[in-house]
Structure formats: structure tokens, C-alpha cells
């Protein structure tokens, strides 16, 4: 506001005089706050226990997988094992000796000694074949 009042100075003075204004203090707390370096190092914290726990998660499934498959592959391996244990014992029942010649007679064959060759087993001896059959060879 000016100064004059229509050119009186006295009534500016009275009003400012009558106004009197209480001015009262507003006390604002502010509350502390993380810093922002502290957060991060919060996030940074926090980021690498999940992605260690992420990890640790994959390990395991892993080891799971990998478990499995020992599992499956002794599976298969008992498997195999008694194939070959029952095929063994086939080739062992279809190559004994007796059952040959038994074979041999049966298809009509006779039984030369000169001609046979027996690889990785001992030859058949005169006297393991039947009297029958040593009597069919000679006549022959």
C-alpha cells in the first residue's frame, strides 16, 4: 500500500498500528530417510540372494535330472544283463555236444571225426558218442 492516503499520511500509520498480527512458528519434523546409497546397496543386497537362490534352484534340478537319468540307465543296464545272461544260457544248452550229434543223427547226418573242426572247444571224443551212433559211422 502507498504511503498517502488521499494525501494523508496519519491514517496509514493508524491502520497498520490497529493491525497487529501474532505470527506463530510451525514446527515441521521431517523423518530421517534411507540414503539413496543405502538403498541401493539394499537392492544390490537383495538382487544377488535371489539370483543365488535362482541358482542353487537350476543346481538342483539338474542333480534331479541328472539322478533320473542314473536311475533309467541302471534300469536298462539290469535289463540288458538278463538278456545276455538268458541268451548265454541258450547258447550254452544249444551247443553242447550231445545235442549236435542228437541234432545231426535226427536230420539224417553221420558222424565223421576226420571232418570235424571244433574252435574253442575241445574235440568230441570216440568215446563220448553213443555206441549207436560209432556203429553208423564205421558202416559208412
Known sequence: MSYYYRGNL????EQQSRSVTKTTKRTIRIKPTIPTGEKLLYLLFIS??????G??????SQISQYNYEIQSTKK???IVTEKNTALQLQIEQLS???RILQ???????TYNADA???IGQAKVQA?????????QTTQH
Open 10 to 13: 496519519a491514517v496509514e500509520l
Open 48 to 53: 544377488l540372494t535371489v539370483v543365488a537362490l
Open 55 to 60: 541358482l542353487v534352484g537350476v543346481g538342483y
Open 76 to 78: 536298462d543296464n539290469r
Open 96 to 98: 553242447n555236444g550231445n
Open 103 to 109: 541234432e545231426a543223427e535226427r536230420q539224417g547226418m
Open 116 to 118: 570235424v573242426h571244433t
Open 127 to 135: 568215446s563220448s558218442i553213443p555206441s549207436s551212433q560209432q556203429n
